[in-house]
């Protein structure tokens, strides 16, 4: 499951990330794609990665110690 987020939020970033450096050359500039991977999805899918692993072990962890 956490995995799932993880992976959905940074695609999720990645789409946003390009749509916005598109629109962001659109008006003349130039800034390389690759820094939508780099600089925002990949950041955001580890971070939201890394928090959903804490939120849904320590949720498993509290259900097992309730359950002694």
């Known amino acids: 499951m956490a995995i799932s987020l993880g992976v959905a939020a940074f695609f ?3 789409f ?3 749509l916005g450096i598109l629109f962001y050359n659109v008006s003349g500039h130039h800034v390389d794609f690759a820094n939508s991977y780099e600089y925002f999805a990949l950041p955001v ?4 990665l890394a928090l959903s ?3 849904l ?3 498993w962890a509290r259900r097992k110690l309730a359950q002694r």
């Open 12 to 14: 999720a970033t990645c």
């Open 16 to 18: 946003l990330a390009i």
């Open 45 to 48: 899918g580890a971070g939201v």
């Open 53 to 55: 692993l804490v939120v």
């Open 57 to 59: 072990l320590s949720s």
